[in-house]
C-alpha cells in the first residue's frame, strides 16, 4: 500500500535511507528537511511524501514536487526501498504511483537525477528499466569522478 507520509514515519524513513548505504550523511539531512517540510506545512505545493508500506512497517519511500518555473513538469527527489524489501516491486509501484501523481496535475515530465558513481549501478538500470531515458550527464558534478546523470521520461 501507498499512503501519504504521516508525522510518524520520520524517523523510520531516515533509518531506511541510512540502510540502503547509498546516501550521505549530508543526503540524508536533505532528505530529513523536506520529510519536515512535507510534516509541519502540510499546505505547501512543493513537496509530496509518500510511504509505500509491507502491512504496517514503512518498505520504501517517495517524494516528489513540481519543477519551479515549469509548466508540467515534476522532481522525482526521493525514491528508495529498504534493503529488506528489495525485489518485492515496491520501487516499481512507488515510480508508477510518482506517474499518477504527476498525470493528475496536468504534469507530462518526471525528471530523477542520480549518482555516476559504482554504488548506482542498480538505480540507473531501475530507472531505465522503468522507460526513463538519459537526458544528461555533467561530468564531476558531486566531486571529481562524480558525475550527476539526469534521467527523464514523459507521462
Known sequence: MIRELHKDDREDLLRMLRATKNFS??????AA????ICIEKPEQNDYYAFVATVGEQPAGFLLVGPTPATAGTYDMYWIAVHPDYQG?????????????????????QLIAETSSQ???ERTRAFYVKQ?????????DYYKL???????????
Open 131 to 139: 522507460g526513463y531515458q538519459q537526458f544528461a550527464r555533467i561530468a
Open 145 to 155: 569522478g562524480d558525475d550527476l546523470i539526469v534521467f527523464g521520461k514523459r507521462v
Open 118 to 120: 559504482p554504488g548506482y
Open 88 to 108: 518485492r516491486g515496491i520501487a516499481q509501484d512507488l515510480d508508477a504511483f510518482a506517474v499518477r501523481f504527476v498525470k493528475e496535475r496536468g504534469g507530462y
Open 25 to 30: 550523511e549530508a543526503e540524508i539531512a536533505i
Open 33 to 36: 528537511e523536506l520529510i519536515d
